[in-house]
């Protein structure tokens, strides 16, 4: 354990509330024998499970008592630990890890084993927020180089858990977001019904109207053990489950949980991550989907061609092969925003009922999975991919990893709707020149997406369409009342359409 310093047992008394991090509550006597202040760190032992964990320090006068250990769930669970159960506490070593940190906040290469020391800290919860904040801010600030990311994408990887298959071979996709419609949900039966295995684990929302374990959780369970994943995605060719309910990169979710509320994503931290994820399921063959367009993530195309070589160039390094295409985020990947509209919007075109830019897209992304599997030729793949969609195999295969995830929705016409809605018609004729996707995603969470799963937007519009006065514009589906009023208020304010006008002079 930590210094040799002063150890004390002391007697837990437990609340019952999440704080969201590691918290130690000690009486004021307590933490002076300890000599620790209030946001210092102390190692806890529980002696009887001989589980252990780094905590940061409270201090009170009244909540506990002197003798007494405050824990919140979050400790009690680490420790395996209840109220009574005695803890063996102690303070911690200097951490190395803060030198480092500010090593990076000055511009200065960290080595591999550097980097490996502050994601461990990370992942152990050794750093307080504020500290792993700083690292995260660093890394925003100075960049990851080539070596650092690559560094930073085996220290994920080794410090989480693996999922060997026995079967393969494994790919995934990934898009590093910023539009809507769900690709994986059409993409992940395709590939599976090829012959391919897809355990494909997503995030929840972060910025936008879904994500895709969102969406896939209208239609069945995606919080799944990691034996569940392995065994569905044996059985049934693919999975799609919820990257949170597994650790499969533990650091790395706790990097994401601080780069979310100052919109932070670092590129070298973006590929990092990404990969150590991919690698942790085994991907053999990965396809990037790198949006591009002035609403999304990724602004210009020179960006993006430099994160695409790095993907890459990362993927060589840690043995996977690794294609990133460029695809058009300029406008909606197809109509729907919110979880439920866009799971309803995934089924309809598995079920034949819709073909755009959205089945294009899946369609492109699973080719190239094919062609880099090696079970299309160069150029094929797109066929491939189409042929399954159109004869109704993709279909077949969704409707058998949503039984096999406990799922009850199975068809588009089963997925829950919203009470209220609210319709916006045109008051102008033209053709749309431009989509502001970023506002209609605010109008969708406006609405109360991503938390309500049936509210969201509805385009019924897209760039290039001819436009009548009068004709319906958009839908904005709400839980309530009150979410419908502040959504229709934005949309009003913010008018996401552009229109070019097609009498451009009038001479008289």
Known sequence: MGMDGYIQDLRVKGFDISAGKLVAILNEKDAKELGVMAGDRLELFNKKTQKKCVAVVDVTEKWVNEDQLGLFHEVLDK???????????????????????????????????????????????????????????AIYMRGLDMDETISMTKALIDGGTKIQFAKGPIVDKHSVGGTNGRATMIIVPIVAAAGLYMPKTSSRSIT?????????????????????????????????????????????????????????????????????????????????????????????????????????????????????????????????????????????????????????KSCELAGVLFEMAGISKTGKGYAKALEILQTGKALKKMKEIIKAQNGKIDSSEKVPHAPFHKEFKSGTS?????????????????????????????????????????????????????????????????????FKRIILKTIK
């Open 79 to 137: 420790l395996g630990a209840k109220s009574g159960s005695i803890i063996t506490t102690q303070p911690t070593d200097p951490l190395k890890s803060l030198d480092i940190i500010k090593k990076k906040m000055m511009g200065i290469k960290l080595t591999r084993q550097e980097i490996i020391e502050v994601v461990k800290d990370i992942s152990d919860e050794r750093l307080s927020e504020i500290e792993a904040t700083a690292f995260v801010s």
């Open 430 to 498: 033209g053709v749309i020149e431009e989509i502001n996707i970023k506002e209609v995603t605010k109008i969708a969470r406006f609405a109360g997406a991503p938390g309500n799963p049936t509210a969201g937007v509805m385009l019924h519009k897209l760039v290039g369409d001819k436009v009548n006065e009068g004709e319906t514009l958009l839908i904005i589906y709400a839980e309530n009342k009150e979410k419908l009023k502040c959504a229709e208020q934005y949309a009003l304010k913010s008018i996401p359409f552009a």
């Open 208 to 360: 936008s109207a879904a994500g895709t374990a969102d969406s896939m959780e209208v239609l069945a369970d995606v919080s799944l053990t990691m034996d569940k994943i392995k065994s569905i995605t044996e059985k049934h060719g693919g999975v799609i489950a919820w990257g949170g309910a597994v650790d499969l990169a533990p650091a790395d979710d706790k990097i994401i949980k601080i780069e979310h509320p100052l919109s932070l994503d670092p590129e070298g931290q973006v590929i990092a991550s990404v990969l150590a994820k991919k690698a942790s399921v085994g991907s053999k063959f990965v396809v990037i989907d790198l949006p591009v367009g002035k609403f999304v993530k990724i602004k210009d195309k020179t960006l993006a061609l430099r994160m695409a070589k790095k993907f890459v160039q990362v993927g060589k390094e840690i043995g996977m092969r690794v294609e990133a295409v460029l695809t058009n985020g300029e406008e909606p990947c197809g109509l729907a925003f919110g979880a439920a509209l866009e799971a309803k919007y995934a089924l309809e075109t598995l079920e034949g009922k819709r073909f755009d830019n959205l089945a294009q």
